[in-house]
T-cell receptor, first 115, second 114 residues
């Protein structure tokens, strides 16, 4: 079975630009979460979507937005990129999104570099 | 504020040495606890998890962890490490009032010398 897939693998942008990152969950999983992992730190929660609705949002500015599509894939959008947005962006999927009893499966991540 | 801390940022061990990585969290309510591992060049993988029941849980590759509620701790252990255990280890906590959101510790980078 295919795991969580993310695209692109790597991305280089300049300050002020916009970026869209994509995630496809494991088949049958209806919840997708996004995390930001800055070099040398643990992943930090950005968003969770379940059944196409936002179920949780971390402490990130409004420049960050996301959505989930009817096929449960998801996009993370970041506007007006700053140097500090350089990080590995991780997508995780789980069967359900309503409790913490669901194991989350992580994708390989998208490495974003902002110059 | 709810937080997770891993006190050891870098650990260097020789093969066959025993391993214990600390993880503490700050929250008085119900928690679900996880340890993830990130091998070089690979994505995060679940080592083990604790939801309820026996506080000593066993995971993959010979790892185990013990939940001590009174100490708000969930330490990871392995009796004898191998060179292939070289990786970064993350403790993650789902706080009971936070849906399925995970709060991660800062990670511990383990290097095992052959």
């Amino acid at each position: 079975d295919a795991g969580v897939t993310q695209s692109p693998t790597h991305l280089i942008k300049t300050r002020g630009q916009h970026v869209t990152l994509r995630c496809s969950p494991i088949s049958g999983h209806k919840s997708v979460s996004w995390y930001q992992q800055v070099l040398g730190q643990g992943p930090q929660f950005i968003f969770q979507y379940y059944e196409k609705e936002e179920r949780g949002r971390g402490n990130f500015p409004d420049r960050f937005s996301a959505r989930q599509f009817p096929n449960y894939s998801s996009e993370l959008n970041v506007n007006a990129l700053l140097l500090g947005d350089s990080a590995l962006y991780l997508c995780a999927s789980s069967l359900s999104g309503t409790s913490g009893y669901n194991e989350q499966f992580f994708g390989p991540g998208t490495r974003l570099t902002v110059l | 504020a709810q937080s997770v801390s891993q006190h050891n940022h870098h650990v260097i061990l020789s093969e066959a040495a025993s391993l214990e990585l600390g993880c503490n969290y700050s929250y008085g309510g119900t928690v679900n606890l996880f340890w993830y591992v990130q091998y070089p060049g690979q994505h995060l993988q679940l080592l083990l998890k604790y939801f309820s029941g026996d506080p000593l849980v066993k995971g993959i590759k010979g790892f185990e962890a013990e939940f001590i509620k009174s100490k708000f701790s969930f330490n990871l252990r392995k009796p004898s490490v191998q060179w292939s255990d070289t990786a970064e280890y993350f403790c993650a906590v789902n706080f009971g009032n936070a849906g399925n959101m995970l709060t991660f510790g800062g990670g511990t980078r383990l290097m095992v010398k052959p």
